[in-house]
């Protein structure tokens, strides 16, 4: 089955712990999203990245760092310096092909802080 | 900068009754608009969407239209069921493969 998985489903940090969050798909799509949901918002967006060994800067990234090495796998650093990250984190991924672009979303990842 | 405006924020209705959620935006220049549901501590499933260049899509029993003119696309539910409640997002694509997103209307469907 195509699909996205994300793990771990539930994560822990202490204060002063970088956490990183996996993010991987086979669906052979070129462009991978990081997003962040809080209560009651939307979704927004942390880094993204169209095509492998490149990725841009969203609206909040400040203490975030993403790496893409391979097509399939998108890692997300929490590092220390995002001083609240207790939130609900999102992978998705699209073919990144204008207007028939379609976002696929994983599972998502439960962050929060001791 | 590119905003989306959902609205109501909730909205509760009877099983049987036809929803209508409003998504708008501020800028038309869109490639196209997603409407997706989301189930509590989910991710977000794809429900339709709609490219800039068309009016409405249709499956089954969801109909989303699209009036980039005016910033405006909504989706109806026909005939509500309790499985409907979710809370319902929308997001439009805009340059350089960046997607902005609403806060999304939490449905509730009373049996």
């Known amino acids: 089955d195509g699909g996205i998985t994300q793990s771990p489903k539930y994560l822990f940090r202490k204060e002063g712990q970088n956490v990183t969050l996996s993010c991987e798909q086979n669906?052979?799509?070129?462009?991978m999203y990081w997003y962040r949901q809080d209560p009651g918002q939307g979704l927004r967006l942390i880094y993204y990245?169209?095509?492998?060994?490149?990725?841009q800067k969203g609206d909040i990234a400040e203490g975030y760092s993403v790496s893409r090495e391979k097509k399939e796998s998108f890692p997300l650093t929490v590092t220390s310096a995002q001083k609240n990250p207790t939130a609900f984190y999102l992978c998705?991924?699209?073919?990144?092909?204008?207007?028939?672009?379609?976002?696929?979303f994983g599972p998502g990842t439960r962050l929060t802080v001791l | 900068k590119q905003e989306v405006t959902q609205i109501p924020a909730a909205l509760s209705v009877p099983e049987g009754e036809n929803l209508v959620l409003n998504c708008s935006f501020t800028?038309?220049?869109?490639?196209?608009l997603q409407w997706f549901r989301q189930d509590p501590g989910k991710g977000l499933t794809s429900l339709l969407l709609?490219?800039?260049?068309?009016r409405e899509q249709t499956s089954g029993r969801l109909n989303a239209s699209l009036d980039k003119s005016s910033g405006r696309s909504t989706l109806y539910i026909a005939a509500s069921q309790p499985g409907d409640s979710a809370t319902y997002l929308c997001?439009?694509?805009?340059?350089?493969?960046?997607?902005?997103f609403g806060a999304g209307t939490q449905v509730v469907v009373t049996p």
């Open positions: 998705a991924s699209t073919t990144g092909t204008g207007e028939s672009d379609t976002q696929y």
């Open positions: 669906l052979n799509h070129d462009a």
């Open positions: 990245s169209q095509i492998v060994n490149d990725f």
């Open positions: 800028d038309s220049a869109i490639y196209n």
């Open positions: 709609i490219q800039s260049s068309q």
């Open positions: 997001a439009v694509r805009g340059s350089w493969g960046k997607f902005q």
